[in-house]
């Protein structure tokens, strides 16, 4: 199926249109003003005019708290009952950044044990991306490869065009959407929208202010473990977690016991690697009992560990991490001084 | 969806026997609620599963008893934090969940035909018994050379498995077991000292022998440097690492050494794969 194009109007009844049989994820600002991947009820819930999603897109796949099973043990019986199944899913409005940051998060959820919860989702979710529309100053997604028009890990790629959007068709999932709403989509203007995303995808790759080498950047940071620069970086760290919760690629979590009398549940929630209990024994043995440690870990696990066990990035460069830091720690700062320091 | 196919939910199973084994160490003897699931269990030794405490919460645990055993999974379980004190308070019969095996469990196949040292201090003894006992069982027994267990604690109430250790296996041919505690003590006729001294001291022979050892991380640490001395190959040196496990399948995130996760490739290792580990265990 060749690619198409689709007017605001059209786009908007689209949305409308899905929400009858699909829960719809879409950036929505909350009564704080804050932009995150929320289920909206129609097209004009959307932060429409949003730069990037404050929570990335994870949140999804990957919810802040999730029920993963239920159970009962009265009458010193037990019974453990699974969740429903995920409902089909379409979510609107990933950037690249948040594209390649799913596909990154993919494996850790495959693999010989299958996460149900996180594939199901993934299964039944179409993905609609969206190119950006601006660079921000926090951006560096060029540093690791991907443009701010890429659509790789979508289902349909959407990038403003004139008056509405171009439209490309990347996998059998977009195509079957398209199909199923055939007459919203247009085949006028698709010579126009391609030109518009090519002028696009130019004009936004001039306008990167950060920019960082990753040249040799895995192989010299694993050879740091046992360097003074952590040390120094923990000091200004104030262990807060928001870069872990708000990173894109970033997964741990907790399994936690919410019960009343002899019903309760099992809840998976999103933990952070910067909180000392994280490792914590019960011995009261603690591998990362300090900041030194648990800021390695995070900068290790972006910089190297993820690529190391699924040959993927484990940063994105959505500067998320930057933009909200408290003390200012910024990743493309420790990358150029891991290339710096002896 | 069934039950089988989501590596994060528990089994349904029922507590059979409670073996007390210290003051505050018990073995608990647990079958699987479904007949069908008790029957396809496998696990090799030294893997894990996660039990589940319905109101606590989950924790993991290694599998005391031998894969030969194919009817009951032991735990043998200290009392200490919020999972295992829920865990003591419940009576045979009792319910839990059972999610595993997970880990990878000792390599014995490759330790055929060979001598085996064992040392074990506390109750990091649960997880060796799993290997010592297929060892020692009629169908593997021939398959193994020399089995000797050096095994340590704290005081004579802190000795697990003392039938095993103390009456069965010291008659078993071919099998020869060293105990020891930390303190003496009135109650104790043998021998008093830290295993890593008790081990310079037997000194057994290391060429071409496994050795195999599970305990505290301070015994774990002078151990390994005993075991070089004796002439222990660090190939042929067997560990288990432990770390703070949530999911047990690679997921979770908290049991890394680095880009290791120890519920995937560990918890055992061998010396020259725990020296490759970033120290951060």
Not at chain 1, 42 to 65: E, M, N
Not at chain 1, 233 to 238: G, N, T, Y
Request: hydrophobic letters at 35%; charged letters at 25%; proline letters at 6%.
């Amino acid at each position: 199926m060749s690619n198409k194009t689709i007017t605001r109007d059209q786009l908007a009844t689209l949305l409308d249109r899905l929400v009858e049989k699909n829960r719809v994820i879409a950036p929505v600002s909350d009564n704080r003003g804050v932009v995150r991947f929320g289920e909206i009820q129609k097209a004009g819930d959307i932060a429409w005019g949003f730069d990037q999603a404050k929570v990335p897109a994870k949140s999804h796949f990957l919810p802040q708290t999730e029920e993963l099973y239920r159970y009962d043990t009265s009458g010193g019986e037990l019974k453990i009952e699974p969740v429903p199944p995920p409902r089909p899913a379409v979510i609107f409005g990933l950037h690249p950044c948040d594209l390649k940051a799913v596909a990154a998060l993919d494996p850790v959820f495959d693999g010989a044990f299958k996460d149900v919860y996180y594939l199901n989702k993934r299964e039944r979710t179409v993905i609609i991306g969206l190119s950006c529309r601006k660079v921000l100053p926090t951006c560096f997604c060029r540093s690791y490869g991907i443009e701010p028009t890429d659509g790789q890990g979508a289902d349909l790629m959407l990038t403003e065009a004139g008056d509405g959007y171009y439209v490309e068709i990347l996998t059998p999932k977009g195509e079957a959407l398209i199909r199923d709403n055939a007459p919203l989509f247009s085949d006028a203007g698709v010579a126009e929208g391609r030109r518009a995303k090519d002028a696009l995808a130019g004009e936004l790759a001039g306008q990167f202010q950060l920019n960082v080498d990753l040249t040799g950047v895995k192989a010299k940071v694993d050879t740091m473990f046992e360097h003074p620069y952590w040390q120094e970086l923990a000091r200004k760290c104030l262990g807060c977690g928001i870069c872990t919760y708000l990173c894109p690629t970033c997964h741990c979590f907790d399994i936690i016991e919410s019960h009343s009398g002899h019903r309760g549940c099992r809840l998976r929630c999103w933990d952070s690697c910067m909180f000392a209990d994280f490792t914590l024994h019960t011995s009261s043995h603690n591998p990362r009992s300090t900041k030194k440690e648990r800021v390695r870990n995070r900068f290790l696990h972006k910089l190297s560990y993820h690529d190391e066990r699924y040959g993927l990035a484990g940063c994105v460069g959505c500067g998320r991490c930057i933009a909200e830091c408290p003390v200012n720690i910024d990743i493309t700062q420790i990358i150029a001084d891991i290339e710096e320091v002896d | 969806m069934g039950i089988a196919e989501n590596c994060l939910m528990p089994l349904p199973a029922t507590i059979q026997q409670i073996i007390p084994e210290t003051s505050d160490v018990n073995t608990y003897r647990v079958t699987l609620d479904d007949p069908e699931a008790m029957a396809n269990w496998r696990n090799r030794p030294g893997q894990l599963a996660m039990m589940s405490l319905f109101g606590a919460g989950e924790a993991m645990f290694s599998i005391s008893s031998s894969p030969t055993q194919r009817d009951y999974l032991d735990f043998t379980i200290r009392k200490a934090g919020v999972v295992t004190k829920a865990l003591h308070s419940l009576e045979v019969g009792g319910k839990i969940g059972i999610r595993g095996p997970y880990g990878n469990g000792f390599p014995y196949e490759l330790m055929k035909g060979r001598d085996v040292l064992f040392v074990g201090g506390g109750i990091g003894l649960a997880p060796l018994k799993s290997l010592v006992e297929l060892m020692l069982d009629d169908q593997h027994r021939a398959d193994f050379g020399k089995i000797e267990i050096l095994y340590g604690a704290r005081s004579n109430d802190d000795l697990c498995f003392k039938q095993a250790v103390l009456e069965e296996w010291p008659k078993r041919p071919n099998c020869e077991v060293w105990t020891t505690i930390d303190r003496a003590e009135d109650t104790w006729k043998g021998h008093v000292g830290f295993v890593p001294a008790y081990l310079e001291e037997v000194a057994p022979k290391g060429e071409g022998k496994i050795a195999v050892l599970c305990g505290p991380p301070i015994m774990i640490r002078f151990v390994l440097i005993g075991l070089e001395k004796l002439g222990f190959k660090n190939e042929l040196i067997y560990s288990t690492l432990e770390l703070r496990m949530k999911c047990g399948v690679g997921k979770c995130g908290r049991c890394n050494i680095g880009h290791k996760y120890v519920c995937l490739e560990g918890p055992v290792f061998n010396l020259i794969q725990i020296k490759e580990l970033p120290p951060e265990f």
